[in-house]
């Protein structure tokens, strides 16, 4: 663990909030311990609900780094990764994840409940869905 970087990506957070987004911050260090990119959210300013640094950074690596080098790099984050993200952290090939405050520490700094639930329902029609699926993985 980089201190260094750790406290680069908290910066970033509070860049992103004193630009009017919410204050998280990522960046992207590669193998030799230099910093490939960084990134703040910007949900907010680009009215966009999947603006996460994090994920941002996912999709820069998954685009612009082969997988070699993807999966020797390290990326601090302000915070833990949302779901979203960490889902798109697991398809883009990174190394590690190192980051600041956790998921629950966030939730105890909250003065809101957070997001409501989106209610689900399934699974149903296995045997039609399974049907473009089979064979897909192997």
Aim: hydrophobic share 35%.
């Amino acid at each position: 663990m980089n201190e260094e970087h750790l406290r680069r990506a908290i910066a970033l957070s509070a860049e992103a909030r004193a630009s009017g987004n919410p204050p998280f911050g990522s960046l992207l260090v590669g193998p030799d311990g230099a910093v490939l990119a960084e990134e703040r959210n910007s949900c907010l300013t680009d009215d966009d609900i999947t603006a996460h640094p994090e994920l941002k950074l996912a999709r820069w690596a998954a685009q612009s780094l082969d997988a070699e080098t993807a999966a020797g790099t390290t990326m601090y984050t302000s915070c833990e990764p949302c779901g979203m993200c960490s889902g798109a952290l697991a398809r883009s090939g990174l190394g590690r994840v190192v980051f600041a405050l956790s998921g629950d520490q966030l939730g105890g700094l909250k003065t809101f409940g957070g997001f409501p639930a989106v209610p689900t329902d399934g699974p149903h029609l296995y045997d039609e869905a399974k049907v473009p699926v089979e064979g897909y993985y192997d």
